[in-house]
Protein backbone atom coordinates (compact mmCIF):
# COMPACT_ATOMS: atom_id res chain seq x y z
CA UNK A 1 0.00 0.00 0.00
CA UNK A 2 1.19 3.31 -0.95
CA UNK A 3 -0.19 6.78 -0.14
CA UNK A 4 0.96 9.94 -2.68
CA UNK A 5 -0.57 13.32 -1.74
CA UNK A 6 0.08 16.27 -3.46
CA UNK A 7 0.60 19.81 -2.00
CA UNK A 8 1.90 23.14 -3.12
CA UNK A 9 -1.07 23.99 -6.19
CA UNK A 10 -2.46 27.81 -6.16
CA UNK A 11 -3.47 30.54 -8.53
CA UNK A 12 0.00 32.58 -10.07
CA UNK A 13 -0.07 35.53 -12.65
CA UNK A 14 2.05 33.84 -15.97
CA UNK A 15 5.57 34.01 -15.55
CA UNK A 16 5.74 32.96 -11.77
CA UNK A 17 6.45 30.17 -10.51
CA UNK A 18 5.31 27.13 -8.19
CA UNK A 19 6.71 24.23 -6.71
CA UNK A 20 4.53 21.09 -5.87
CA UNK A 21 5.56 18.48 -4.01
CA UNK A 22 4.28 14.98 -3.47
CA UNK A 23 4.61 13.14 -0.18
CA UNK A 24 4.52 8.95 -0.26
CA UNK A 25 3.90 6.74 2.46
CA UNK A 26 3.58 3.12 2.76
CA UNK A 27 6.10 0.44 1.37
CA UNK A 28 7.96 1.08 -1.46
CA UNK A 29 10.71 -1.52 -2.64
CA UNK A 30 12.87 -1.76 -5.32
CA UNK A 31 13.49 0.54 -8.68
CA UNK A 32 10.90 2.93 -9.47
CA UNK A 33 9.92 5.76 -11.08
CA UNK A 34 7.80 8.81 -9.79
CA UNK A 35 6.11 10.92 -12.00
CA UNK A 36 3.92 13.76 -12.64
CA UNK A 37 0.91 14.20 -14.91
CA UNK A 38 -1.44 17.02 -15.15
CA UNK A 39 -5.01 17.01 -16.66
CA UNK A 40 -6.90 20.44 -17.63
CA UNK A 41 -10.37 20.38 -18.11
CA UNK A 42 -11.74 18.61 -21.13
CA UNK A 43 -8.10 17.09 -21.97
CA UNK A 44 -6.77 13.79 -21.67
CA UNK A 45 -4.18 13.19 -18.25
CA UNK A 46 -0.71 14.03 -19.85
CA UNK A 47 2.63 13.12 -18.54
CA UNK A 48 4.72 16.29 -17.87
CA UNK A 49 8.23 14.48 -16.23
CA UNK A 50 9.34 11.76 -14.32
CA UNK A 51 12.46 10.69 -12.42
CA UNK A 52 13.87 7.30 -11.43
CA UNK A 53 14.66 6.35 -7.94
CA UNK A 54 17.98 8.04 -7.24
CA UNK A 55 17.74 10.49 -9.65
CA UNK A 56 19.92 9.75 -12.18
CA UNK A 57 17.79 9.84 -15.00
CA UNK A 58 14.74 12.31 -15.46
CA UNK A 59 12.44 12.68 -18.60
CA UNK A 60 10.16 16.02 -19.40
CA UNK A 61 7.36 16.23 -22.10
CA UNK A 62 8.26 18.75 -24.79
CA UNK A 63 5.71 21.22 -23.76
CA UNK A 64 7.11 22.20 -20.36
CA UNK A 65 9.89 23.70 -22.63
CA UNK A 66 12.81 23.53 -19.98
CA UNK A 67 11.11 25.47 -17.43
CA UNK A 68 10.05 22.59 -14.97
CA UNK A 69 12.29 20.86 -13.14
CA UNK A 70 11.90 17.47 -11.56
CA UNK A 71 13.35 16.27 -8.37
CA UNK A 72 13.34 14.25 -5.47
CA UNK A 73 14.73 13.29 -1.55
CA UNK A 74 14.09 9.73 -0.26
CA UNK A 75 14.72 10.93 2.64
CA UNK A 76 11.97 12.73 3.26
CA UNK A 77 10.38 10.21 0.74
CA UNK A 78 9.20 13.93 -1.35
CA UNK A 79 9.32 13.92 -5.19
CA UNK A 80 9.09 17.81 -5.89
CA UNK A 81 8.28 19.96 -9.53
CA UNK A 82 9.74 22.86 -10.09
CA UNK A 83 7.75 24.97 -11.98
CA UNK A 84 9.14 27.96 -13.40
CA UNK A 85 7.80 30.51 -16.13
CA UNK A 86 4.35 29.54 -15.84
CA UNK A 87 1.85 30.47 -18.45
CA UNK A 88 -1.69 29.76 -19.18
CA UNK A 89 -1.93 26.75 -20.76
CA UNK A 90 -0.12 25.02 -17.63
CA UNK A 91 -3.82 25.29 -15.83
CA UNK A 92 -4.27 21.81 -14.56
CA UNK A 93 -4.50 19.23 -11.92
CA UNK A 94 -1.18 18.07 -11.35
CA UNK A 95 -1.12 14.73 -10.18
CA UNK A 96 2.05 12.22 -9.06
CA UNK A 97 1.98 8.96 -9.44
CA UNK A 98 4.10 6.23 -8.99
CA UNK A 99 5.66 2.73 -10.93
CA UNK A 100 8.30 -0.07 -9.64
CA UNK A 101 10.72 0.00 -12.35
CA UNK A 102 13.07 -2.82 -12.97
CA UNK A 103 15.07 -1.67 -15.72
CA UNK A 104 14.69 -1.27 -19.39
CA UNK A 105 12.33 0.28 -21.86
CA UNK A 106 8.81 1.70 -20.75
CA UNK A 107 6.63 4.43 -22.03
CA UNK A 108 7.37 6.88 -19.12
CA UNK A 109 4.00 8.51 -20.07
CA UNK A 110 1.67 6.09 -20.31
CA UNK A 111 -1.21 6.15 -17.22
CA UNK A 112 -1.36 2.34 -17.86
CA UNK A 113 1.85 1.71 -15.63
CA UNK A 114 1.49 3.46 -12.66
CA UNK A 115 0.48 1.60 -10.07
CA UNK A 116 -0.49 4.66 -7.51
CA UNK A 117 -1.66 7.87 -7.45
CA UNK A 118 -2.63 11.13 -5.56
CA UNK A 119 -5.60 12.91 -5.35
CA UNK A 120 -4.42 16.12 -7.27
CA UNK A 121 -3.68 19.62 -6.95
CA UNK A 122 -4.94 22.40 -8.88
CA UNK A 123 -2.73 24.53 -10.75
CA UNK A 124 -4.17 28.26 -12.18
CA UNK A 125 -2.14 30.37 -14.19
CA UNK A 126 -3.55 33.78 -15.08
CA UNK A 127 -3.25 35.74 -17.90
Known amino acids: EVRLVESGGGLVQAGGSLRLSCAAS????????MGWFRQAPGKEREGVAC????????IYDYSVGGRFTISRDNAKNTTYLQMTDLKPEDTAVYYC????????????????????WGQGTQVTVSS
Open 51 to 58: ISSIGDFT
Open 26 to 33: GFIYGDNI
Open 97 to 116: ALTSWRGGTFIWDSIEIYDA
